[in-house]
Protein backbone atom coordinates (compact mmCIF):
# COMPACT_ATOMS: atom_id res chain seq x y z
CA UNK A 1 0.00 0.00 0.00
CA UNK A 2 1.57 3.39 -0.93
CA UNK A 3 0.73 6.51 1.14
CA UNK A 4 0.94 10.18 -1.23
CA UNK A 5 3.07 12.01 1.49
CA UNK A 6 2.68 15.78 -0.84
CA UNK A 7 0.09 17.52 -3.04
CA UNK A 8 0.77 17.29 -6.69
CA UNK A 9 -1.17 18.14 -9.08
CA UNK A 10 -1.42 17.39 -13.11
CA UNK A 11 -2.85 19.04 -16.44
CA UNK A 12 -4.06 22.41 -17.06
CA UNK A 13 -7.97 24.02 -17.27
CA UNK A 14 -7.62 24.15 -20.91
CA UNK A 15 -10.47 22.66 -23.10
CA UNK A 16 -10.48 19.06 -23.49
CA UNK A 17 -7.91 18.87 -20.17
CA UNK A 18 -8.51 18.15 -16.81
CA UNK A 19 -6.54 19.53 -13.71
CA UNK A 20 -5.95 16.54 -11.24
CA UNK A 21 -4.63 17.25 -7.71
CA UNK A 22 -3.60 14.75 -5.17
CA UNK A 23 -3.08 15.58 -1.09
CA UNK A 24 -2.12 12.91 1.50
CA UNK A 25 -5.42 11.36 3.73
CA UNK A 26 -5.52 10.13 6.76
CA UNK A 27 -4.94 6.15 7.11
CA UNK A 28 -7.91 4.74 6.58
CA UNK A 29 -9.95 7.36 5.08
CA UNK A 30 -9.89 6.03 1.31
CA UNK A 31 -9.90 7.31 -1.43
CA UNK A 32 -12.16 10.45 -1.32
CA UNK A 33 -13.02 12.16 -5.02
CA UNK A 34 -14.29 15.27 -5.96
CA UNK A 35 -15.08 16.28 -9.41
CA UNK A 36 -15.88 19.54 -11.13
CA UNK A 37 -16.99 18.84 -14.68
CA UNK A 38 -19.58 20.71 -17.35
CA UNK A 39 -20.74 16.78 -18.69
CA UNK A 40 -20.54 15.72 -15.26
CA UNK A 41 -24.24 14.05 -16.09
CA UNK A 42 -23.03 12.43 -18.65
CA UNK A 43 -19.68 10.80 -18.35
CA UNK A 44 -18.77 11.68 -14.00
CA UNK A 45 -19.05 8.12 -13.13
CA UNK A 46 -16.69 7.30 -16.01
CA UNK A 47 -14.05 10.07 -14.84
CA UNK A 48 -14.50 8.78 -11.53
CA UNK A 49 -13.97 4.88 -12.80
CA UNK A 50 -10.43 6.07 -14.77
CA UNK A 51 -9.07 7.98 -11.44
CA UNK A 52 -9.74 5.28 -9.01
CA UNK A 53 -8.94 2.64 -10.65
CA UNK A 54 -5.24 4.44 -11.39
CA UNK A 55 -4.96 5.22 -7.79
CA UNK A 56 -5.76 1.25 -7.30
CA UNK A 57 -2.93 0.08 -9.95
CA UNK A 58 -0.50 2.49 -7.80
CA UNK A 59 -1.98 0.61 -4.58
CA UNK A 60 -2.63 3.76 -3.42
CA UNK A 61 -5.89 3.51 -1.15
CA UNK A 62 -6.15 6.84 1.49
CA UNK A 63 -6.19 9.99 -0.61
CA UNK A 64 -7.94 13.35 -1.22
CA UNK A 65 -8.63 14.00 -5.04
CA UNK A 66 -9.61 17.01 -6.80
CA UNK A 67 -10.55 16.40 -10.38
CA UNK A 68 -11.52 20.19 -12.32
CA UNK A 69 -12.45 18.33 -16.37
CA UNK A 70 -12.32 20.68 -18.46
CA UNK A 71 -13.99 17.58 -21.47
CA UNK A 72 -10.83 15.59 -21.30
CA UNK A 73 -10.94 12.18 -23.04
CA UNK A 74 -9.94 9.07 -21.03
CA UNK A 75 -6.56 8.74 -22.49
CA UNK A 76 -6.25 12.06 -21.23
CA UNK A 77 -7.58 11.43 -17.92
CA UNK A 78 -5.10 8.43 -17.38
CA UNK A 79 -2.39 10.32 -17.87
CA UNK A 80 -3.05 13.15 -15.77
CA UNK A 81 -3.44 10.99 -13.07
CA UNK A 82 -0.29 8.81 -13.35
CA UNK A 83 1.42 12.56 -13.58
CA UNK A 84 0.27 13.37 -10.27
CA UNK A 85 0.56 9.96 -8.86
CA UNK A 86 4.42 10.26 -10.16
CA UNK A 87 4.30 13.72 -8.54
CA UNK A 88 3.50 13.03 -5.10
CA UNK A 89 5.84 10.26 -4.71
CA UNK A 90 8.81 12.58 -6.24
CA UNK A 91 9.00 10.70 -9.48
CA UNK A 92 8.66 13.93 -11.15
CA UNK A 93 9.42 17.89 -10.64
CA UNK A 94 5.42 18.84 -9.10
CA UNK A 95 6.35 22.51 -11.00
CA UNK A 96 6.20 21.55 -14.45
Excluded: H, W
Aim: hydrophobic residues 45%; charged residues 20%; glycine residues 8%.
Amino acid sequence: MATVKQISQAGTLESSDILIQLSPAEPGTGIRLALESPVRKQFGARILQIISAELQKAGINDVLVSANDRGALDYTIEARIQAAIARAFGGEDARS
